[in-house]
């Protein structure tokens, strides 16, 4: 795989985790869970974080 194939990899398992977060914080927020709510926006700026990292890119010039 190339390395532009790897980082697009990488922001689409950073899409489907964030996915789960929205899912946590929706569902933490239903049942009054303040934990889940928690870890779900924990876990999209994370994963929202890496979708940037890994499909920003490289400052050499390439775009």
Known sequence: ??????RVAVAT???????GGVFAGIRGLLFD???TVSYGAFSIA???ATFV???????????
């Open 33 to 35: 869970a303040e934990s």
């Open 46 to 48: 994370i994963e929202v």
């Open 13 to 19: 398992i950073g899409v489907f985790v964030s996915l």
């Open 53 to 63: 990292v890994a499909l920003n890119p490289t400052s050499n010039g390439e775009s």
């Open 1 to 6: 795989m190339k390395r532009s194939d790897i």
